[in-house]
């Protein structure tokens, strides 16, 4: 009888111990879920600003005398926008280079990566914030809103 109690305490712990490890991941995942989505909202709007860009060279090259600073101000902001993407994109696999491999961590190191990819989430908003602006930007400079 005395075994089978140490047992089941043994269990109990063991139980325990997975559930918050599970807790700190669960937490880890959601965090990173929350920085993924911010890069997949600002992702598809990669090729729209190649077109913008695209466009605007065109109207500020076929232009005679003084190019207009609006274009010009609005294909500057998308290529800032673009190279903030690629950035945070470069930034964020050497930061995180494992972020897709399976990881058997503690509860702690669970919360101590949460903590590093924290930052983050201001980071990929910032980024997906200036990718929309610079596109509504250029979009209004063209007229195409």
Same mark, same amino acid.
């Given at each position: 009888?005395?075994?089978?109690?140490?047992?089941?305490?043994?269990?109990?712990?063991?139980?325990?111990?997975?559930?918050?490890?599970?807790?700190?991941?669960?937490?880890?995942?959601?965090?990173?879920?929350?920085?993924?989505?911010? +890069?997949? !909202?600002?992702?598809?709007?990669?090729? &729209?600003?190649?077109?913008?860009?695209?466009? *605007? =060279?065109?109207?500020? /090259?076929?232009?005679?005398?003084?190019?207009?600073e609006k274009l010009l101000k609005a294909e500057e902001?998308?290529?800032?926008?673009?190279?903030?993407?690629?950035?945070?994109?470069?930034?964020?696999?050497?930061?995180?280079?494992?972020? +897709?491999? !399976?990881?058997?961590?503690?509860?702690? &190191?669970?919360?101590?990566?949460?903590?590093? *990819? =924290?930052?983050?989430? /201001?980071?990929?908003?910032?980024?997906?914030?200036?990718?929309?602006?610079?596109?509504?930007?250029?979009?209004?400079?063209?007229?195409?809103?």
């Open positions: 009888m005395e075994k089978i109690i140490l047992l089941f305490s043994v269990c109990a712990v063991l139980m325990s111990c997975q559930e918050e490890t599970s807790q700190a991941k669960e937490d880890y995942d959601k965090t990173l879920k929350e920085v993924f989505a911010y +890069h997949d !909202e600002a992702m598809p709007k990669m090729g &729209e600003i190649a077109n913008l860009i695209a466009t *605007l =060279e065109k109207k500020t /090259t076929l232009e005679t005398g003084e190019p207009d902001r998308l290529k800032q926008a673009h190279d903030h993407m690629m950035t945070w994109m470069k930034d964020f696999s050497e930061n995180f280079p494992d972020v +897709h491999t !399976e990881k058997d961590l503690s509860e702690e &190191e669970w919360q101590k990566e949460k903590k590093k *990819l =924290e930052p983050e989430i /201001t980071s990929a908003k910032k980024m997906r914030d200036d990718v929309f602006e610079s596109v509504a930007y250029g979009k209004k400079v063209l007229g195409e809103d």
